[in-house]
């Protein structure tokens, strides 16, 4: 049996289904999951704060699936903060460093910032968040004039 020293490094990656396609969060950025109420709320509150409802099916232009069911509540370690309604939990993933791969040349415009990379699970290949690039277009959406960040568009 391998000693712990000899395993490699793995993190633990929230999945979730998102327009219908497997998404993972790192979970150092997630909060809680709260399930979703009827309606569509501008933000939702938990734990004294509040988190700002960003639609990820909008910005990344999905076709709408089922009714969110869940919202997962993220952080960045700036202290920017969101709810992100999901169709659905999947279950935790541990992914080691060489498991989340580089962006294809496919991706070449503003999803480079919210996209950090893709992972193959047991059942499919799953889109990596990056949460703060994710926080990022939230802070955008909620402040149309701030200025556009490096790199480009909104």
Known sequence: MPSPRSRPASRRWLLV??????????????????PCGAGAAPAV???GAEYRVLDLVRLFRLDP???SATYVLVHDDAGARAALPVDG???LI??????????????????RRWFAGLA???????????????LEAARAAADPAAPVPAGGER
């Open 45 to 47: 509150r938990f734990d």
């Open 120 to 134: 193959r699970t047991e059942s499919a290949l799953a889109i990596v968040l990056s949460v703060p690039g994710v």
């Open 89 to 91: 939990v999947v279950g």
């Open 17 to 34: 289904r998102l327009g219908g396609h497997p998404y993972a969060l790192d979970t150092r950025h997630v909060r809680h999951l709260l």
């Open 94 to 111: 541990d992914l080691g460093e060489g498991e989340v791969t580089a962006l294809p040349a496919v991706y070449r415009g503003r999803e």
């Open 65 to 67: 699936g089922p009714a």
